[in-house]
């Protein structure tokens, strides 16, 4: 059950795109089409903001957008706005009953 | 209004127990897997348990398993997490979250703050 793997940090300028990667094996990440996504601030809550790999729960903005290719999955925030900055998750089904978040990135907004 | 109220955190010495409860409100909770999330101090967020949506099947992360017990009482819905002989690393904020679709949780709680120290 080793923690997936994400860079520790991205960033990018208000309106351009950035690309998180969460990379696990294929026991995990490329076993399953269970990837999700979470944004967090600081001092609140996760919020859920991709499901089975690139869902959008009701009201996520679309230019939130999850992909998954082999062990690595993917999440792009399009038009990269103030309020994004925030700590970004993945997670994912493991097998056996067992789920994995990942390592954690920290966007920031340029 | 979904919500969901997590209570029972504090502070405790090490190798004593603890019980953390969540109480839901706004949604069918018996139909629903639930799940405990912790996350320490400056740290990213862990996976801890789950649970079926009838009790039926639990399962629990490596690091708690035959330390931590998660349970569920529909008739109250209420989940609980039931914590043994505790560790220093079981410092965390505990969260309890809704199973969705496609292995996400939807529903979270404001979280519970445990501190294990003598």
């Known amino acids: 059950q080793s923690a997936l793997t994400q860079p520790p940090s991205a960033s990018g300028s208000p309106g351009q795109s950035v690309t998180i990667s969460c990379t696990g094996t294929?026991?995990?990440?490329?076993?399953?089409?269970?990837v999700s996504w979470y944004q967090q601030h600081p001092g609140k809550t996760p919020k859920l903001m991709i499901y089975g790999v690139s869902k959008r729960p009701s009201g996520v903005p679309e230019r939130f957008a999850g992909s998954k290719s082999g062990n690595t999955a993917s999440l792009t925030v399009s038009g990269l706005q103030a309020e994004d900055e925030a700590d970004y998750y993945c997670s994912t089904f493991a097998g056996n009953g067992v789920y994995v978040f990942g390592t954690g990135t920290k966007v920031t907004v340029l | 209004q979904v919500q969901l109220v997590e209570s029972g955190g504090g502070v405790v010495q090490p190798g004593r127990s603890l019980r953390l409860s969540c109480a839901a409100s706004g949604v069918s909770f018996s139909s629903y897997a639930m799940h405990w999330v912790r996350q320490a101090p400056g740290k990213g967020l862990e996976w801890v348990a789950v649970?079926?949506?009838?009790?039926?099947?639990?399962y629990h992360t490596d690091s708690v398993k035959g330390r931590f017990t998660i349970s569920r009482d529909n008739s109250k819905d209420t989940l609980y997490l039931q914590m043994d002989s505790l560790r220093a690393e079981d410092t965390a904020m505990y969260y309890c979250a809704r199973d969705f679709e496609g292995g996400g949780n939807d529903y979270w709680g404001q979280g519970a703050l445990v501190t294990v120290s003598s």
């Open positions: 294929s026991s995990d990440v490329g076993g399953y089409n269970y």
């Open positions: 649970i079926s949506f009838d009790g039926s099947n639990k």
